[in-house]
């Protein structure tokens, strides 16, 4: 995420012929919000990654860091249960991840699973580069450490592809236009 800036793109003036355009003009806003699941999808994706990613640090860290003879990952279990939770809400936004794709490859709607995807990935991602950095002390929080960077990464993604509250938006929208569906039939 280091290299990458956000800049505007102008369209002024911008002519697309009918040919080459990806819908009809009336079907614009719904185009728009499967390019916004997209984007969600591939957050979380990265948020998976970078969750998955912290968590081998800390291990790797636990495991060569030593309290009196004995590696700190084992003798100390409330790093256990720390990386064990985080490692919980990982397994579970990479199931909710890898339900989005295929529910994506099978061309189905999927605006409040994109965004529930975001939100528990961004959480998980969050959780676990904390855990990490309390794994590693104060020398996590040092540019030595991948660890700091990771963190970084994690809490940039509160807001990239809209920020939490948006999402927990969407997914409430999305759970009670169900409901109001089923409730009238269908």
């Given at each position: 995420m280091g290299?990458?800036?956000?800049?505007?793109?102008?369209?002024?003036?911008?002519r697309v012929?009918?040919?080459?355009?990806?819908?009809?003009?009336?079907?614009?806003?719904?185009?728009?919000?499967?390019?916004?699941?997209?984007?969600?999808?591939?957050?979380?994706?990265?948020?998976?990654?970078?969750?998955?990613?912290?968590?081998?640090?800390?291990?790797?860290?636990?495991?060569?860091?030593?309290?009196?003879?004995?590696?700190?990952?084992?003798?100390?279990?409330?790093?256990?249960?720390?990386?064990?939770?985080?490692?919980?809400?990982?397994?579970?936004?990479?199931?909710?991840?890898?339900?989005?794709?295929?529910?994506?490859?099978?061309?189905?709607?999927?605006?409040?699973?994109?965004?529930?995807?975001?939100?528990?990935?961004?959480?998980?991602?969050?959780?676990?580069?904390?855990?990490?950095?309390?794994?590693?002390?104060?020398?996590?929080?040092?540019?030595?450490?991948?660890v700091e960077?990771?963190?970084?990464?994690?809490?940039?993604?509160?807001?990239?592809?809209?920020?939490?509250?948006?999402?927990?938006?969407?997914?409430?929208?999305?759970?009670?236009?169900?409901?109001?569906?089923?409730?009238?039939?269908?």
């Amino acid at each position: 995420m280091g290299g990458t800036e956000a800049r505007a793109v102008y369209l002024d003036g911008v002519r697309v012929s009918e040919a080459q355009a990806v819908g009809p003009p009336e079907a614009g806003f719904e185009i728009m919000l499967t390019g916004e699941a997209f984007g969600k999808v591939r957050a979380a994706s990265i948020c998976v990654g970078i969750a998955r990613r912290a968590l081998q640090e800390a291990a790797d860290y636990g495991l060569t860091r030593e309290h009196r003879g004995s590696p700190i990952a084992q003798q100390f279990p409330t790093i256990q249960a720390l990386l064990g939770s985080a490692a919980a809400q990982t397994l579970a936004a990479d199931a909710l991840v890898m339900a989005c794709a295929d529910q994506m490859d099978r061309r189905l709607p999927i605006a409040g699973e994109a965004a529930a995807a975001r939100l528990t990935a961004s959480r998980a991602a969050r959780e676990a580069a904390s855990a990490a950095l309390h794994v590693c002390g104060a020398y996590g929080l040092t540019r030595d450490m991948v660890v700091e960077r990771l963190y970084r990464e994690a809490v940039f993604f509160d807001v990239a592809q809209g920020v939490t509250e948006i999402q927990q938006i969407i997914v409430g929208r999305e759970l009670i236009s169900a409901a109001k569906t089923a409730a009238h039939g269908g």
